[in-house]
Structures are given as C-alpha cells and as structure tokens.
C-alpha cells in the first residue's frame, strides 16, 4: 500500500484581512465544517485575521489530543472569508498531483483522526504542531482515480443540495399563504376560539415530564422531580396546547406549543393547558402556524405586562385576534406545511446517510492501492 507525506502535497498561505475588506469571520467546528464565529470582535483588529479562498483550508491543530478529532474544513464558497490568526490555511500545491476535494475526503475518515491524534505533542493543549501534521501519511492514488471518487461524492451532495433546495419553494408558499391571510374580513380573538383545560395526574400514571423552550417545541424537564408528587401536574393530550404566560417581554416570544404526540404528558402546573372549542372553524395544526409567525411574537411582546416577570396572562393572551380562512383553505395550508416537515425530515436523513459514505468511499481508495504481487516471470 503506498502512502505518501501530506507536507509534500501542500503550502501553508497566511494572506491577512489589512485593509479590512472582509468582515465574514467563520469558525471551524469539530464536525469539520466552517460556522460562524461566536467570538466578540467589537474591538477586535480585523486586520490581523487570516483570510481564506475557494480551494484552500483551515484546520485549528490546537487541542487534537483533548478532542481526538482534528477541525479541519475545505472553503468552497466564492467569496472569501476570514479566521483567526490561530489558524492554520493551507492550499494544495499542485491539483493535477491532488485535488483539494479528495484531501478532504481523507480528513473525514476516522482513521485520520486516529492517526493525527498519535502525531500530537504531550503539552497541556495537546496540540498538533504544524510540522508533525505535515509528516502524516496518506494514500494518495492516481489523479484519474481521485477524480472519480471525487465526482461519485460530489454527486451524492449535489442531489442532496438539490433535494433541500425545494424545500424553500415549499417555504415560501406556506410563509406567502399565511400573509394573506391578514387581509381578510374575519378575524377572532382567542377567546372565541380556544379554552382551558384541567386534567391533573391524580394517580400519578404518567411521568413523562415536558416543558417548552423559546423556540415553541417540548423538551425534556429540567427539574428534578426525584421527590415531587407528580399528581398536581397537568396532562397533556394530542391537539392540546401548552402556554407559558411568564417572561414573554424578556424573550419576547410567546411560550405555546402543540402537542401532536399519541401518549399523553405532564407539564408544570404553572403552565396552562388550552384546546380548540370547534375544529369544524379551526384546525389546532393551523392555529399553531399562526402561533409561529414572528408578528405574533410581537404582538405578544407589545401587549405583555411591565411586571418582573413580564407575563402575558391569560386574559389578555386570549383577546388577540387571528385570522380565520374558510376550513378548506386552512387544511390546504396545513398539508403544505406538513408535507414541508417530512421533506426536511427526509433531507436530514439524506445528510446523515451521505456523510458516513465519504469514508466509505475512502476506504474503497484505501483497498484499491493494495499493492498486488508481481507475476513472476518465465525463463
């Protein structure tokens, strides 16, 4: 098997941002993919940070033996961004001897990773210097033979990539019926529309406690319930609603959820619990469409009390007023949405089906270089 030394087939490039012309600063997660920074550069000299290109990398050798992963990304977008002056950028030297997108391919196998972490020093960081990065050996086949690996993969992302962008076709058209819907004639307050409900777990039956994040989605409790009686808690069923009246102008977003599940649950009883009172007027899936809409927030926000808490009680969460479309349209409108969320179901499952082939596909390159015994020759 024939393996040859990384350092041989790249260059490190350190071109820094001195007129401050970018402002894009990206990250390199252990995912091996670029994100944007989270660090604050108010302040911060631009000028120092590295800028990278189409084609080259960035890699954070910094802590390779803490992780046992070493953060390295390819950057395939056109306009250039900046990293940190930490980073190391590096470009292929040669692309008729290596293509970038096959290097890549070789950082994402969890061989590599292995073999990088072997290669780190034994300071408090762990770090992987350059120049020990630089020894790793990798298999390197013939140009023709990378390209054809490269080209199988790429064909995988791009029908993904194609998959997921028709997902914003399906967006738009949820988000462009919605819009509409705030020019028509009847519009009803909550009161007219929904009511409270009380079901307590008085036997204790159910214990699957859930509460609900800004983001309008149940979650796991955080509380530690080792010792509380859970019989004070409320239930609740599929087609209920879940409200949390409390620091809506702090993060102004409306806490109220959905719950779509066949098993009931329990929430605190400091939450309220509301259902639909006619779903021949109004559908629970399309009232929760209208519940995430970043207006209702607002709204929601605007008419929130000015105490500690910033509360938006019942009283007043139910005299907002939503529009209400002849039933036939709201399912319309809800089956779109629906067939929305099983597309980005199914493209999730995509990304996660392509992204362990590239290893895959590299162990395949790995088998192929076998170096095979020669024939011997006749006298």
Not at 116 to 142: K, M, N, Q
Request: net charge neutral; aromatic share 10%; glycine share 4%.
């Amino acid at each position: 098997m024939s393996y040859k030394r990384i350092g041989d087939y790249i260059r490190l490039v350190s071109n820094r941002n001195s007129d401050w012309a970018i402002t894009n600063l990206l990250g390199v997660n252990i995912y091996k993919n670029f994100m944007p920074s989270v660090a604050n550069t108010s302040g911060i000299d631009l000028s120092k940070y590295k800028i990278i290109r189409k084609g080259q990398f960035a890699t954070n050798i910094m802590h390779v033996n803490r992780d046992e992963i070493l953060p390295v990304a390819l950057y395939q977008n056109d306009e250039p961004a900046i990293v940190s002056p930490a980073y190391m950028t590096f470009e292929v030297i040669d692309e008729n001897e290596l293509l970038p997108e096959f290097l890549m391919m070789e950082f994402q196998r969890p061989e590599f990773d292995r073999r990088a972490w072997t290669y780190c020093d034994s300071s408090v960081r762990g770090g992987l210097e350059w120049e020990r990065f630089c020894d790793i050996e990798i298999p390197i086949p013939h140009i023709v033979e990378q390209r054809k690996f490269v080209a199988l993969y790429n064909g995988l992302l791009s029908n993904q990539k194609t998959y997921q962008n028709s997902l914003a076709d399906l967006q738009l058209i949820c988000n462009s019926s919605m819009d509409k819907l705030k020019h028509i004639d009847n519009h009803q307050p909550l009161s007219e529309l929904v009511q409270l409900v009380d079901n307590r777990n008085k036997d204790n039956t159910i214990k699957n406690l859930l509460g609900i994040n800004v983001d309008k989605v149940f979650m796991p409790s955080k509380a530690n319930v080792g010792e509380t009686d859970l019989s004070k808690y409320k239930i609740v069923q599929k087609e209920q609603f879940a409200y949390s009246a409390m620091q809506v102008g702090r993060d102004e977003t409306v806490r109220v959820v959905l719950y779509s599940f066949d098993e009931p649950a329990i929430i605190s009883p400091a939450y309220l619990v509301f259902e639909v009172i006619d779903k021949q007027v109004v559908l629970p899936e399309f009232l929760m469409l209208w519940f995430y809409r970043p207006e209702f927030n607002r709204y929601g926000w605007f008419i929130s009390d000015s105490s500690v808490r910033a509360s938006l009680e019942w009283e007043r969460f139910k005299e907002i007023k939503i529009p209400i479309p002849h039933i036939k349209v709201q399912e319309a409108i809800v089956t779109i949405y629906h067939t929305l969320e099983t597309r980005k179901r199914i493209n999730e499952q995509l990304k996660n089906t392509i992204k362990p082939l590239c290893p895959v596909l590299m162990r395949g390159v790995v088998e192929s270089m076998t170096v095979k015994p020669k024939r011997m020759q006749t006298i």
